[in-house]
Nanobody
């Protein structure tokens, strides 16, 4: 059974940092591309970041480019999202997702498995 479990969310002041983790099990993690998405209250789920199976390709949403970094540790079957210079508009539930093709993608419908999410709240 595939499981993706996010952690690391919480309450932080604007300008602060958080690191999210997503621990994967039940799948060959090394061959999967991984992504982070977020959904704010009353809004659609949006792309945040993605990383290819090799880690050699990454991509970011326009609103987080330069502030967030995605990276992976295959030995731990974990993908991370380092979030710096946080803004109140970053407040959302953050989800990680796994794509069996292995290629980094921004397309939400390409992802095969999803975690349950972790709440990030940024106060002004």
């Amino acid at each position: 059974q595939v499981q993706l479990v996010e952690s690391g969310g919480g309450l932080v002041q604007a300008g602060g940092s958080l690191r999210l983790s997503c621990a994967a099990s039940g799948l060959p993690f090394k061959s999967y591309a991984m992504g982070w998405f977020r959904q704010a209250l009353g809004k659609e789920r949006e792309f945040v970041a993605t990383i290819s199976w090799s880690g050699g390709q990454t991509d970011y949403g326009d609103s987080v480019e330069g502030r967030f970094t995605i990276f992976r540790d295959d030995a731990k079957s974990t993908v991370y999202l380092q979030m710096n210079s946080l803004k109140p508009e970053d407040t959302a539930v953050y989800y990680c997702a796994a794509d069996a093709t292995g290629f980094a993608t921004t397309r939400i419908n390409r992802y095969d498995y999803w975690g349950r999410g972790t709440q990030v709240t940024v106060s002004s």
